[in-house]
Structures are given as C-alpha cells and as structure tokens.
C-alpha cells in the first residue's frame, strides 16, 4: 500500500478470488496478526456490500476501486453484527485488516493498493 505522500506499507494478504472462500472470508478466525489481511477481488467493478456475522475480530474494510485506490473505509467494524457495512461506490476489490489498524498506521480513502489485480495509475 502507498499514501498520498508515497510512505509504504506491507502486507501479506490472503487472496479470496472465489465465491466460496469470499462467502467464508474471515469468519470463525480469533485473531489476525497486524501486518496480514484478506483482499476480496470481485469479477465486475460494482458497489459492494460486507457483514461481520460469525467474524470474532473488528475489521477495518478498506473498499479499493479499479485502479487500486482506497475509496471508503468502514473502520473498526462490530464483531458478529448482521448490519450491512457498503463500499459506498463501485469497487474492484475489500482488504480486511484488523480492525483499528488503518487510523493507527495512518491509512486513508485516497491512498492505494499496489497488487497484480489492479491496473490503475502508477501500479507495475
């Protein structure tokens, strides 16, 4: 991930490409180490909507659109709710990371994801 001001920051993700492993995400997990989180690619570039239920951690959701940019955040979200958490506007792609993470590490809607599935504006 790279901010507005070209500071860099890694993660190891695990990738949920398939509808199956999208549906399970990250549910039934207790704990998430800080510097992992889950990108969930989708097959069309459309609004979006997530749920925690069976999720026992808080989340940060950041919802990243085509080119890679951080679009919305749902941050620090309630562990096991059934609320419907949106992406706002249409999106490629949802990294999880533990919840409260991207105030902490200074992570905003503006920055962006540097990953094989994005094809935007400065990515490789």
């Known amino acids: ?3 507005d001001a070209g500071k ?3 993660f190891t993700v695990e ?3 398939t509808p199956s492993h999208r549906a399970q995400g990250l549910m039934y997990r207790e704990s998430i180490p800080e510097t992992h989180g889950m990108l969930f690619l989708f097959d069309r570039v459309e609004p979006v909507a997530m749920w925690m239920k069976n999720t026992f951690i808080s989340l940060d959701m950041l919802f990243v659109d085509e080119n ?3 679009v919305h955040i749902a941050k620090s979200t309630t562990p096991m709710s059934l609320s419907r ?3 706002r506007y249409p999106v490629k792609a949802v990294l ?3 919840g409260g993470l ?3 590490l200074g992570i905003e809607a503006g920055n962006r994801l540097v990953h094989a599935a994005f ?3 400065n990515m490789p």
């Open 119 to 121: 094809t935007g504006p």
């Open 96 to 98: 999880e990371i533990r």
């Open 102 to 104: 991207s105030e902490k």
């Open 15 to 17: 990738v949920a490409a």
């Open 8 to 10: 860099a920051i890694e």
């Open 85 to 87: 958490i949106s992406s």
């Open 68 to 70: 890679g940019k951080i």
């Open 1 to 3: 991930m790279v901010s």
